[in-house]
Antibody, heavy 119, light 107 residues
Framework: EVQLVQSGAEVKKPGESLRISCKGSGYTFITHWITWVRQTPGKGLEWMGRIDPSDSYTNYSPSFQGHVTISADKSISTAFLQWSSLKASDTAMYYC????????????WGQGTLVTVSS | EIVMTQSPATLSVSPGERATLSCRASQSVSSNLAWYQQKPGQAPRLLIY???TRATGIPARFSGSGSGTEFTLTISSLQSEDFAVYYC?????????FGQGTKLEIK
C-alpha cells in the first residue's frame, strides 16, 4: 500500500525557520515526483512546487518561488518543505502528494501538516 | 495560470438522488482534469483522472465527463458517505490549479 506520512503540526513565530517532511513507503520512492499543496480557507488548494526524488530537480509555482524550498533525500524516501523566515500568512495546512508522473495528477496524498505562525 | 471555476458553490441533494457538479477552465485543458473528494479533517482523495477514468477503488456511481473547458462530475445515487467537498484540478499546464470546490450537503 502506498503511504505518505507527514510530520506533525507545528506552531512557530514570525521570522523562525521550519522544515516539514513527507516519508513515502509502499512504492519505489525515486520513480514518482512529489508535490506540495497548500490549503487555506481563503485561497483553497494551491500548488507550490514539485520535486523529482531521483535527482532532486524541482519546479516551483511562481506564487511560491523564492518563498519556500523543496528538497528530498532519496536514501530515506523523504521529501521536505522548508521556510527560512516564516510569516503569519504561511499559516495553513500543507499536503504532500505523489504525482502519477512528472506532469500528472496526484494519486496519493499525505495526511497533512498544520503550520501555525503566530506571535 | 488557468483559472478553474466550479459551480454551484453548495449543492443540497437528498440521499439516493443524483448530483451533478460542474467545472469550467479558463482555457482548454484537453482531458487533463482530475476530481477529488475531501471530507473534514482529511486529505483530498482522488476520484477521477483523465476527465473520465475512475481511480482504483472508486465506486461506479461516480462518473466524470467533458473535455476542453467544460467538465462534469456525476454521482448517480448519493450515499451518506458522499457528502463532502469536491474539487476539480487541471494538470494540463504548470502550475496545476484547483477549483474553489463544491460543497455537497444533505438536503
Amino acid at each position: 500500500e502506498v503511504q505518505l506520512v507527514q510530520s506533525g503540526a507545528e506552531v512557530k513565530k514570525p521570522g523562525e525557520s521550519l522544515r516539514i517532511s513527507c516519508k513515502g513507503s509502499g512504492y519505489t520512492f525515486i520513480t514518482h515526483w512529489i508535490t506540495w499543496v497548500r490549503q487555506t480557507p481563503g485561497k483553497g488548494l494551491e500548488w507550490m512546487g514539485r520535486i523529482d526524488p531521483s535527482d532532486s530537480y524541482t519546479n516551483y509555482s511562481p506564487s511560491f518561488q523564492g518563498h519556500v524550498t523543496i528538497s528530498a533525500d532519496k536514501s530515506i524516501s523523504t521529501a521536505f518543505l522548508q521556510w527560512s523566515s516564516l510569516k503569519a500568512s504561511d499559516t495553513a495546512m500543507y499536503y504532500c502528494a505523489r504525482l502519477r508522473y512528472s506532469s500528472g495528477w496526484p494519486d496519493s496524498w499525505g495526511q497533512g501538516t498544520l503550520v501555525t505562525v503566530s506571535s | 495560470e488557468i483559472v478553474m471555476t466550479q459551480s454551484p458553490a453548495t449543492l443540497s441533494v437528498s440521499p439516493g438522488e443524483r448530483a451533478t457538479l460542474s467545472c469550467r477552465a479558463s482555457q482548454s485543458v484537453s482531458s487533463n482534469l482530475a476530481w477529488y473528494q475531501q471530507k473534514p479533517g482529511q486529505a483530498p482523495r482522488l476520484l477521477i483522472y483523465g476527465a473520465s477514468t475512475r481511480a482504483t477503488g472508486i465506486p461506479a456511481r461516480f462518473s466524470g465527463s467533458g473535455s476542453g473547458t467544460e467538465f462534469t462530475l456525476t454521482i448517480s445515487s448519493l450515499q451518506s458517505e458522499d457528502f463532502a467537498v469536491y474539487y476539480c484540478q487541471q494538470y494540463n499546464n504548470w502550475p496545476q490549479t484547483f477549483g474553489q470546490g463544491t460543497k455537497l450537503e444533505i438536503k
